[in-house]
């Protein structure tokens, strides 16, 4: 699926699509929140957490940018490459 189409489907249809499709890289949890980050095709996909439980609050395809830094930033690549 094109990043453009995954942008198309509705929260979850975004959920539904990656759980099934993505691999999971990291998780985060810093300033910014709580996150759970997975490459799906030629893209990442954050998915934000509400501070209190497991409920998402959104998930967002992305291949630059902020959000790429911060992946960038609590990736493990020897936990990966493992």
Do not use: K
């Not at 960038?72 to 020897?78: E, I, S, V």
Request: aromatic share 14%.
């Amino acid at each position: 699926m094109t990043l453009y189409e995954f942008n198309a489907l509705d929260m979850d249809g975004r959920a539904s699509y990656l759980w099934q499709h993505g691999q999971y890289l990291t998780g985060a949890i810093d300033a910014q929140g709580r996150s759970n980050f997975y490459a799906l095709g030629s893209y990442f996909v954050e998915v934000e957490l509400f501070d209190d439980g497991d409920a998402i609050a959104a998930v967002v395809p992305f291949t630059t940018g902020d959000r790429y830094e911060r992946l960038l930033r609590h990736l493990d690549l020897d936990r990966l490459l493992s």
